[in-house]
């Protein structure tokens, strides 16, 4: 019997942690401090400082089963996915990573074993084609000498791609960095399928499939070009889970392996489907697992970057459904059967839900809306088309604006006889594609990076001032032996009671002192394992090996304290009183404010802000102690402790407690008691995104003096309206009701103006071709009161074209009226559009009734002057 996907995963994870691997988890698909990458693509991402020598971990070889997405920027898979027997929008990179550890030789033998050991996958060695780089005698070797794979099934692939080191078989990660020769493993899918092994001209078919790639780093490409050995040669290997499992579950598609299967099974009850063969199941079962884990690991559907590409992946799958006959909202029903069938995978997607299923549902909903939108749009457009083809700016716009395919704009052409212009659309796709390309891909140079070989200890739980030694000194990013007065500069010490930025927790600030020499720490923030102290030296000179005096600026650091524990009892209060649904999307804990984003999924009402306002201050007063200690992951998760969106956790991490109150990993710094805080008070409760909520609050000092300021205010309002604070309330209503009467009696007043001056306007008329017409500017009326005059006047005219415009604020506005019997000859719409563009502005309207704004208020005369001549050609 076939392995499970679930198996398959698990059964990787062991083989290597038999071999001396550290099981890391699988990072968010958000990447972590890297602005380059849109998402995360490859297994080595979360590793990507590692092997640049910017971060340090506490093992040298680690295993993973990675999610990843390409469906944006450089990797995009998108148009192809669902079509082709391997394009996936999301998918499971199984890897293994040497971090100067072993290289070529142990990496290869044990992927021969893990693929063809008995016990392991036990692949028929037979079936097993690899390639190498050109040039790589030694990976060959291992090949052919040790492995005994015959030589007519290992291929050389040289420099395929036009250049040097441009090879499918040489990878690098960015135009600089480090890089290196790859060996591919293909598996032979057998003669009944077409294709040739690689490197030959067949080698496009399905029959021999690429399962695992291993790298070896081994060089750092400068930007000359320059290859300069890496000190420390490592590896990186990535294999797809799906491919591995159609080959070990003897199915040539990924689309036919379990998770495919049950999942495609889903869609079909969801939608209605009939037909299981249709290529539109299989883009929403690959579809709803891209969404689902973009979505649980924060990313939310918006107009740009990260939620732009999410909108649009979760759009084609409701455009698929739609295709295949769902009348009602589906997409949402599926996350339940995803979770269900992705094993331990979905650990974290279970944990999210509700949220998931909601997000998904409110964009499915939405959609449905701006369908309509764009059909209506679409329908002008056509009912103004000339010609038999729509242009494809105009294709590519409703695309942009409203998420509508290009096949639903055809689709709708098609019905009337109409052709798109798709080449045009291309055109204009293709130039969206080139600005996504610019914007993204590895603009950094690798070797400008800060790079710092030493580590430093913080010990700044327990100290706020401390004697140190200077290990490091950077200036520009250099690294110096010496600084001198007025020089700005990155100072790491062997240990600090700075706090370096993390966690959403700002970097300390204070001061670094040695007799006469002072330097000004403005902000302190990671560097690998390193602690780097930014600023300026105000005096004297510092070297390396210096010996400081390092002080934080306590103070800030208090208020910082403060601001965090009071973050960790609001999580929990949230919790409590809206559900456990609330989870941490972010957070901002600086010597100010606290900012705090969670899941929910409406507003927050009045009594429920005050409900946990209330509720943190009850444990603020209840005095808990805030009590930390380190342990292993897996006993942190079993006791309870929330892990925080975003975070990288190493094996062993802090566990925060307050009292029974709240747990959670933190390695940020807090109050010794939760009484320390003194108070919290709720500034802001806004959304941020679909589903995300943001709150912002004051501690402690920051609090009170919130507390005076509105007390301030309430004075100066009773004084104002001549009250004081037992009759405040009844004092100003009774100023809102005086307004509202005095409100009415003006309204009132200016409608009977407005009749006058109608009634004074209508003697004005003259006749076009036997059609009155009056067109006239007002001084001193409100543009508000243009309609009711319009309507008088066609009640006092009977049949006419009325024209009115008025100046308000450097504003024209202007209003068309024409009644219903010469509607059939002149419309309001398209009068107010002619006379609204001399005046640099549009408008639209009903036949009968169009208003419009303009700018240019000089040339307003002129046009309306030059209605005259426009109603005879109508006429």
């Not at 401390?466 to 062997?494: C, M, N, W, Y």
């Amino acid at each position: 019997m076939s392995k499970s996907t679930a198996e398959i995963r698990q059964a990787f994870l062991d083989f290597f942690q038999s071999k001396g691997h550290q099981v890391v988890s699988s990072s968010s698909l958000v990447p972590n401090n890297d602005p380059t990458l849109l998402f995360t693509n490859a297994g080595m991402n979360q590793f990507k400082d590692v092997f640049l020598g910017l971060d340090k971990r506490a093992y040298s070889r680690a295993t993973t089963s990675q999610r990843c997405v390409r469906a944006g920027g450089k990797h995009n898979d998108l148009e192809n996915v669902g079509y082709t027997a391997r394009h996936h929008t999301f998918f499971e990179m199984l890897g293994n990573f040497s971090f100067g550890d072993y290289f070529k030789n142990d990496a290869i033998n044990f992927a021969w074993e893990l693929l063809t050991g008995e016990n392991w996958f036990n692949l028929p060695k037979e079936k097993l084609w690899v390639t190498v780089y050109a040039t790589d005698d030694e990976a060959y070797d291992i090949w052919a000498k040790e492995v005994g794979v015959p030589e007519e099934r290992i291929i050389r692939i040289g420099d395929n791609k036009g250049g040097a080191f441009a090879s499918d078989n040489f990878w690098q990660m960015g135009d600089t960095g480090p890089c290196g020769p790859c060996t591919e493993i293909f598996y032979d899918h057998g003669d009944h399928i077409w294709g040739g092994p690689p490197g030959s001209p067949e080698e496009d078919g399905d029959r021999y499939i690429e399962i695992w790639n291993l790298v070896f780093m081994q060089f750092n490409r400068q930007a000359d070009g320059t290859m300069l050995p890496l000190p420390k040669p490592s590896v990186d290997t990535g294999m797809g889970l799906e491919r591995i499992s159609a080959v070990l579950q003897h199915v040539n598609s990924n689309y036919e392996i379990d998770v495919f299967s049950t999942l495609i099974a889903e869609v079909a009850k969801a939608t209605g489907a009939t037909d299981l063969s249709s290529k539109s199941l299989r883009v929403i079962a690959d579809h709803i697992r891209s969404c689902a884990f973009l979505i649980s690991d924060g990313v939310i559907p918006s107009n740009e970057n990260r939620g732009y590409v999410l909108r649009r992946i979760i759009r084609r799958a409701i455009r698929h459904g739609n295709m295949l006959g769902a009348q009602d909202t589906f997409f949402y029903k599926l996350v339940a059967p995803l979770i269900a069938v992705m094993g331990s995978a979905a650990d974290e997607l279970k944990q999210q839900q509700v949220l998931v299923e909601q997000v998904l549902k409110t964009e499915e909903e939405q959609f449905a809306r701006t369908l309509e939108r764009g059909l209506a749009l679409l329908d002008e457009e056509l009912a103004s088309l000339k010609g038999d083809t729509l242009d494809g700016e105009t294709a590519f716009r409703l695309y942009d604006t409203y998420g509508f395919p290009i096949d639903l704009t055809a689709d709708v052409c098609r019905e009337r006889n109409l052709k798109v212009d798709e080449a045009g659309f291309e055109k204009a796709m293709e130039e969206q594609r080139r600005r996504a390309r610019e914007s993204s891909g590895f603009g950094a140079d690798y070797n400008s990076m800060i790079r710092v070989d030493s580590a430093t200890q913080f010990c700044g739980y327990d100290h706020l001032e401390l004697k140190s030694t200077v290990t490091a000194l950077f200036r520009d990013g250099q690294p110096v032996d010496e600084i001198h007065a007025g020089e700005t500069a990155v100072v790491v010490l062997d240990e600090t009671p700075f706090y370096g930025e993390s966690g959403g927790q700002v970097g300390d600030k204070g001061v670094l002192k040695s007799g006469a020499v002072e330097f000004a720490v403005s902000d302190t923030q990671k560097y690998g394992q390193a602690l780097g102290h930014q600023g300026t030296l105000t005096q004297g000179s510092l070297r390396v090996n210096d010996r400081v005096d390092a002080q934080v600026d306590i103070a800030r650091r208090n208020r910082i304290r403060r601001n965090h524990s009071a973050t960790h009892l609001l999580h929990a209060a949230l919790r409590q009183i809206l559900g456990e649904h609330v989870a941490q999307k972010g957070s901002l804990v600086n010597d100010k404010y606290l900012r705090f984003d969670f899941s929910h999924f409406e507003a927050m009402k009045a009594e429920e802000i005050r409900q946990v306002e209330d509720l943190v201050n009850e444990q603020i007063r209840r005095n808990l102690p805030v009590q930390t200690e380190v342990m292993a992951l897996e006993d942190a998760k079993s006791k309870g402790a929330m892990a925080l969106f975003g975070e990288k956790y190493d094996d062993h991490v802090r566990v925060l407690t307050m009292g029974d109150f709240s747990t959670e990993l933190c390695g940020g710094t807090h109050t010794s008691r939760t009484g320390d805080i003194g108070l919290f008070r709720i500034q802001s409760e806004s959304g941020t995104a679909a589903g995300i909520r943001r709150i912002e609050a004051l501690t402690g000092e920051g609090a009170i003096a919130s507390v005076h300021q509105q007390s301030d205010l309430l004075d100066e309002v009773a004084h104002l309206v001549k009250g004081d604070a037992n009759n405040l309330s009844d004092k100003v209503r009774a100023v809102i009701d005086r307004a509202r009467v005095l409100e009415k009696e003006i309204q009132q007043l200016k409608g009977q103006q407005a009749a006058q001056e109608s009634a004074s306007l209508s003697s004005n008329a003259k006749l076009v071709k036997g059609v009155k017409l009056l067109v006239s500017q007002l001084d001193n009326v409100e543009p508000k009161l243009l309609r009711t005059m319009v309507d008088d006047l066609k009640n006092q005219l009977g049949s006419a074209v009325i024209v009115l415009a008025t100046v308000a604020d450097e504003k024209v506005s202007l209003i068309v009226g024409v009644t219903k019997d010469l509607t059939d000859r002149v419309k309001a719409g398209e009068l107010i559009g002619y006379v609204a563009q001399q005046v640099g502005g549009k408008g639209g309207g009903r036949p009968d009734m169009a208003q419009a704004g303009g700018s240019d208020v000089q040339a307003l005369p002129a046009a309306l002057g030059s209605v005259e001549a426009w109603i005879e050609t109508k006429l």
